[in-house]
């Protein structure tokens, strides 16, 4: 090299600099293979058959995974309720804004929520965070 080359701080022998060429992580992650972000976005986004009712439709994988989960949500489960509010809130309520700004809620639908909050709060209290079985034994009595 250099014979005014001065070595020190971030300035290595030239011995140890890397070579042209030449990886400084030999062993690290071989070209073309994907990160799992990757991997995740391709699968979730492949298309597979579902049965909706009495036909077949074809939708993405990460439709039928949310599909999935709102069914589970309405028949009861407060698990898979925990689960999408909290992907609601997470997805569509970043920053503890409106997720939706253009109108306000009505009076209906802001009892309809406050209703709603109050019975899956009763529900896991009772349960100690099972199913929503308790909730209706208490409306059967």
Same mark, same amino acid.
């Given at each position: 090299?250099?014979?005014?080359?001065?070595?020190?701080?971030?300035? *290595?022998?030239?011995a140890?600099?890397?070579?042209?060429?030449?990886?400084?992580? *030999?062993?690290?992650?071989?070209?073309?293979?994907? !990160?799992?972000?990757?991997?995740?976005?391709?699968?979730?986004?492949?298309?597979?058959?579902?049965k909706?009712?009495?036909?077949?439709?074809?939708?993405?994988?990460?439709?039928?995974?949310?599909?999935?989960?709102?069914?589970?949500?309405?028949?009861?489960?407060?698990?898979?309720?925990?689960?999408?509010?909290?992907?609601?809130?997470?997805?569509?309520? *970043?920053?503890?804004?409106?997720?939706?700004?253009?109108? *306000?809620?009505?009076?209906?639908?802001?009892e309809?929520?406050?209703?709603?909050?109050?019975?899956?709060?009763?529900?896991?209290?009772? !349960?100690?965070?099972?199913?929503?079985?308790?909730?209706?034994?208490?409306?059967?009595?």
């Amino acid at each position: 090299m250099n014979d005014n080359y001065q070595v020190g701080y971030k300035k *290595p022998p030239s011995a140890h600099q890397f070579r042209k060429g030449r990886s400084g992580n *030999p062993a690290g992650r071989p070209k073309g293979t994907k !990160n799992l972000k990757t991997d995740l976005t391709e699968e979730l986004g492949e298309q597979i058959l579902i049965k909706e009712g009495n036909r077949t439709i074809k939708i993405s994988k990460q439709r039928a995974v949310i599909k999935s989960l709102v069914a589970k949500t309405l028949s009861g489960d407060t698990r898979a309720a925990n689960t999408l509010l909290n992907m609601i809130f997470r997805l569509m309520d *970043p920053v503890g804004q409106a997720a939706i700004e253009e109108e *306000p809620l009505s009076a209906y639908e802001s009892e309809t929520l406050a209703a709603l909050k109050h019975r899956l709060l009763r529900t896991v209290q009772q !349960n100690g965070g099972g199913t929503a079985e308790g909730e209706q034994k208490h409306h059967e009595q």
